[in-house]
């Protein structure tokens, strides 16, 4: 569906199915779960089968769009309460990354634009927008990647945390896909990618795509990058985002505000990789973001394996904000916004 050949397809349209790489496994198993409706879906986003702000509304345009050829048989009437639920459900997965609910309004306005139809036809014009996004998702990956590659000279040593790569969205990615973006362009870039406790997108995710594309990576602990930037060795920082508030502020995985007030500290450059579908004007800062707090066993150990001793009590927010006076650029589909602010990001929705 895309213009180009991706190759990691974190979601793929099978047989009337959805079907999502089952992030939790990685890189021990790699294998897709089908998905048929909102319920699965949200539970899908829920779980972290999909991650990744991009990916998430990708998840959700399908759950509506598979809600809606559930029921497609139906009266209007009952169509109706099931999309309507359907979309409450889905809201109700994850409550941070913005994508979901930008998803959830693109998918209602088409409902409501092709309300007078047959049942049968708005089904088929959801699942062809939803097929949409999708596709659009990878072409703004791309060209983000494009401006975003300009920005790091050959030889640079990249520093990124959590994962937000094919894996976080339908394809290339933001901030790996700035990184992808440099190396077809003929750049040797090699990849630093710290862990990103407590789930390890970093070492299970991101090092996975480095090593698939043999692009060199070194895998850290997320307490090693001020050792490394103090001693001359990241040349950059690209990470993405899950939320960028209207002043700029920038909401992403824990831990993303502790590198960028390193990168402060040490003159390295710190970039966001940000589609417009990321930057909720209605939000005024960061602040005003909510944060998900995620189970403390996430926390304690993994799986039958538990470090933590029994009865400490456990704090798992799964997010940060890093304020934008420590953003050197935000990487768009539209080009650049450095030093982002209010009436910058405000010029970008009316360019």
Not at 75 to 83: A, H, I, N, Q, T
Not at 318 to 347: C, H, M, S, Y
Request: proline letters at 4%; a negative charge.
């Amino acid at each position: 569906m895309g213009e180009h050949s991706e190759a990691v397809e974190t979601l793929r349209w099978n047989n009337g199915r959805l079907e999502m790489i089952d992030q939790r496994v990685l890189p021990a198993r790699f294998e897709y779960l089908a998905y048929t409706d909102a319920a699965e879906m949200a539970e899908g986003i829920r779980s972290m089968v999909v991650r990744g702000a991009p990916a998430i509304g990708v998840a959700a345009a399908y759950g509506v769009a598979l809600e809606a050829i559930k029921w497609r048989s139906t009266s209007s009437g009952e169509f109706s309460r099931k999309l309507t639920l359907a979309c409450e459900v889905l809201a109700a997965s994850r409550p941070t990354a913005v994508n979901l609910f930008w998803a959830l309004k693109r998918m209602q306005g088409v409902w409501e634009q092709h309300a007078s139809r047959p049942v049968v036809e708005i089904a088929d014009a959801l699942l062809a927008e939803a097929h949409e996004v999708l596709a659009e998702d990878i072409r703004i990956n791309r060209r983000m990647g494009a401006h975003g590659a300009a920005l790091l000279k050959d030889g640079a040593r990249v520093l990124t945390h959590c994962n937000a790569g094919a894996l976080a969205t339908a394809g290339h990615g933001t901030a790996l896909g700035v990184i992808r973006s440099a190396v077809e362009a003929g750049k040797k870039i090699s990849v630093i990618a710290d862990e990103t406790r407590p789930f390890l997108q970093g070492a299970r995710l991101t090092a996975w795509e480095m090593v698939q594309e043999k692009i060199p990576v070194t895998l850290i602990t997320d307490n090693m990058s001020g050792y490394l930037m103090s001693q001359g060795e990241v040349d950059a920082v690209v990470v993405g985002t899950d939320r960028v508030a209207a002043n700029g502020d920038v909401v992403n995985k824990i831990g993303t505000y502790m590198v960028a007030v390193l990168s402060k500290r040490h003159g390295i450059p710190f970039y966001v990789a940000c589609p417009l579908s990321t930057i909720d004007l209605s939000i005024p800062e960061g602040a005003a973001i909510p944060i998900e707090e995620r189970p403390a066993s996430e926390v304690t150990g993994f799986r039958d394996c538990q470090w933590a001793a029994q009865g400490v009590a456990i704090r798992n927010p799964a997010f940060d904000v890093t304020p934008a006076e420590l953003v050197t650029a935000l990487i768009t589909e539209k080009g650049l916004v450095n030093q982002p602010n209010r009436q910058k990001i405000a010029a970008l929705f009316n360019s």
